[in-house]
């Protein structure tokens, strides 16, 4: 019965009649996110293998930070079985949770919540959205790669500890203001091997501790506006071997049609989206995240045309 609004918001709980199985987004602003699209597409797709599916029903809501703690206790009381969080929650739910998944841990954001009998349990599936959209865009597995990450925030942080659990040989990460950067870099430390190596750079200083063939992964907020420059001028760097830009809309960013212009393998964060949220209904659903990915990808891929 809610399911014609496009979005919802704490005081439709009030009122909420339905006790089926729901999942939602929660974010504010939220009614340009894309992930019901794929979350629904797939949920139909399924039911015809698991006919309980066919009740379930993926939803946006727009919570403001100070409704957060109200929110997630009502959605579980609705029966909601999982939530995703976008801006500005990630972080502000892990003192929400009742339990933090190793996915989440050191990251300190939680994109994922799967409710549980304690309560919501936070999950981190952007790292893994990562790690297997470079391998299907551009057949990379970060193992044994030497990655230059742009940025230094949320997305950055939760790449950096990917890469170092993924074993990459050398993480180098490069952010605009010095503070945030030594920030994240100070964090790092327990998640790499002796055998890696992981340093911090400003834009402008020397950068041929570098080394050639880095896959350079765009986690910046620049890109996101048509206008937006660069994060980094290719043409500086010793020659890369592939760039992974996480913004995906705009779908070409500049530092994508530098890589192209450059003849260099390159791919936005589209990829990452899917994967992400395939992992993330894997965990509600029990379906394998790679059998949903691609009719996840095909969904949204249609809605951006
Ligand atoms: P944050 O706001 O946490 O971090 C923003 C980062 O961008 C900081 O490192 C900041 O540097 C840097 N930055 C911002 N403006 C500039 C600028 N003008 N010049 C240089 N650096 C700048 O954002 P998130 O980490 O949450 O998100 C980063 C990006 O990742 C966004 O574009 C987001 O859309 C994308 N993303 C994509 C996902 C996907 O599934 N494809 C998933 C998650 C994120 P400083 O520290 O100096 O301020």
């Known amino acids: ?9 704490l005081k439709d709980l009030e009122s909420w009649t339905s006790r089926e199985p729901q999942l939602a987004v929660l974010g ?24 309980e599916l066919a009740a379930w029903h993926y939803k946006r809501f727009d919570v403001t930070p100070e409704e957060l703690p109200q929110a997630l206790k009502a959605l579980q009381a609705r029966g909601f079985v ?15 949770v009742a339990g933090i998944d190793r996915s989440a841990e050191g990251i300190g954001a939680v994109n994922t919540l799967v409710s549980t009998p304690e309560g919501w349990r936070g999950y981190n599936t952007d790292g893994y959205g990562l790690y297997a959209g470079i391998k299907q865009d551009l057949g990379i597995d970060l193992q044994g790669q030497s990655v230059l990450l ?10 950096a500890v990917e890469c170092l659990r993924r074993g990459v040989k050398k993480l180098v990460v490069m952010n605009r203001s010095r503070a945030n950067l030594e920030a994240l870099v100070a964090t790092l430390n327990s998640f790499k091997t002796a055998d890696c190596t992981v340093l911090g750079l400003t834009p402008e200083e020397d950068k041929t501790a570098l080394g050639p063939e880095s896959l350079v992964i765009n986690a910046t907020s620049l890109g ?4 937006d420059p660069a994060p980094v001028d290719l043409q500086a760097l010793p020659r890369p071997k592939a760039v992974f830009d996480m913004v995906y809309n705009p779908p070409k960013t500049r530092l994508l049609a530098d890589a192209s212009a450059l003849g260099l393998p390159c791919s936005n964060g589209l990829s ?6 395939a992992k993330a209904l894997s965990l509600w659903t029990g379906l394998d995240s790679e059998r949903l990915q691609p009719v996840m990808a095909r969904a949204l891929k249609a809605q951006l045309v």
């Open 1 to 9: 019965m809610h399911e014609t609004k496009a979005v919802y918001t």
């Open 28 to 51: 504010h602003p939220i009614k340009h996110s894309l992930s019901p699209v794929m979350h629904n597409a797939a949920l139909q797709h399924f039911a015809a293998e698991k006919p």
């Open 150 to 159: 742009l940025g230094a925030g949320g997305a950055a942080r939760g790449a």
């Open 82 to 96: 999982g939530l995703n969080l976008t801006v500005p929650h990630k972080v502000l739910a892990c003192d929400l």
């Open 224 to 227: 996101l506006k048509p206008e």
């Open 272 to 277: 990452m989206l899917v994967n992400q949220g």
